[in-house]
């Protein structure tokens, strides 16, 4: 694994509908600078940037790495851009982390972002538009028949999606950042909402959401700031999003990511030692779904976990304390913020969703047609 890095500083924005005061500029900027006070550092601590967001059809501003070079204090070092869809946040810690464990660097800021504001996404990945009419609408219309053969082959019943749509609001109301904020949501409230994409009801989907998120990730002999969280584990995957035999329910590339990443960290039951996981959940059913991708049950079992309360904040292995993707979804950052939300656990700095003793935490996310993983896992113990 190289070079021992730890994670010094998180910086994120307030995730919103719609950021008009400011531009892409200044909310990669406002996250770049709380990570950099967290870790008590300034620009000129920082030797390189790497930045990561989703397609640049989500805005239309092409290459946005290049004018915002100013924008992060990047003039005069390297910079880099990461590019792996909906995981890209993730797979941007990743490169990050990987430029100091080579010993490349000592200091590197990593920051992703999205502000969706400036296009309409939903549009963007709906395929085959403007030439010819789209049968698939959106990643909501893209990943429901995937939802619906895991219910086929799992015999899950329809509530299961509504219960994790219910517990991430439920957090989500302890996280100053989140976007969604829907006090008195229940399982009553989710049914009665319009069906988007069956079985995916309105308040079963994530919200399109503008926002940054931030790290400062060091050098183990580097470390500034109050406590970090040491980087014990990275993996990435990739599989191509056609291919004979792809399950895409439960994707290959999970699975091997997943066991990659545990195997560095010395993982042997997940689900027992593993204390917090963010992972990313856009639309409810994907809670159950990737808890068998990742090993926290055995396949068709996943729903079962979820029923039983387990992943919720007060459960034995709690699921996206910080709310998650379902409430917050700037979709180049959310990787990154689950990344960032595990450091926060392992540092006990997560405030009101804080899970309490948290020393070994998961950061998860997924993109393109469930062909894309990156994955870390932190903790509180230099390794
Ligand atoms: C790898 C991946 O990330 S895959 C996921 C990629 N992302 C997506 O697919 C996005 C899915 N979501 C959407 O397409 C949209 O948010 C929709 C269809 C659910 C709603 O569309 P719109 O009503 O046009 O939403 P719009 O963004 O204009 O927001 C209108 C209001 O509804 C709220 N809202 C948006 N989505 C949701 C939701 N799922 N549940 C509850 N409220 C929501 C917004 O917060 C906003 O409220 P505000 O004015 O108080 O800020």
Partial sequence: MGNPCAVVGVGQTHYTTRRRDVSIAGLVREAALRALQDADLTWKDIDAVVIGKAPDLFEGVMMPEAYLADALGAAGKPMMRVHTAGSVGGSTALVGASLIQGGVHDRVLVVAFEKQSESNATWALSTHLPFSA????????????????????????????????????????????????????????VESTPMLWEPIRYLDTCPSSDGACAMVLSAGDKVTGTTPAWVLGTAMRSEPIFRAGRDTVNPQGGKDCAADVYR??????????????????????????????????????????????????????????????????????????????????????????????????????????????????????RP
Avoid: C
């Fill in 264 to 381: 560095q960290a010395g993982i042997t039951d997940p689900r027992r030692e593993i204390d917090v996981a963010e992972v990313y959940v856009p639309f409810s059913w994907y809670e159950p779904m990737w808890l068998e991708n990742l090993g926290f049950a055995a396949e068709g079992e996943g729903w079962k976990l979820t029923e039983s309360g387990a992943t919720a904040l007060d459960g034995d292995i709690p699921w996206n304390a910080s709310g998650g993707v379902l409430s917050s979804n700037p979709i180049g950052a959310s990787g990154l913020i689950r990344f960032a939300e595990a450091a926060l656990q392992v540092r006990g700095m997560a405030g009101e969703h804080q899970v309490d003793g948290a020393r070994r935490a998961l950061g998860h996310a997924y993109g393109g047609g469930a062909q894309f993983f990156a994955m870390w896992m932190v903790g509180s113990d």
């Fill in 134 to 189: 789209s049968l698939v609408v959106g990643a909501g219309g893209y990943f429901a028949p995937h939802i619906r053969e895991y219910m086929r082959r799992s015999g899950a019943p329809a509530h299961i999606g509504h219960l994790v749509a219910v517990k991430d609001r439920r957090n989500a109301l302890k996280n100053p950042y989140a976007h969604l904020r829907i006090p008195g949501i229940d399982q009553k409230m």
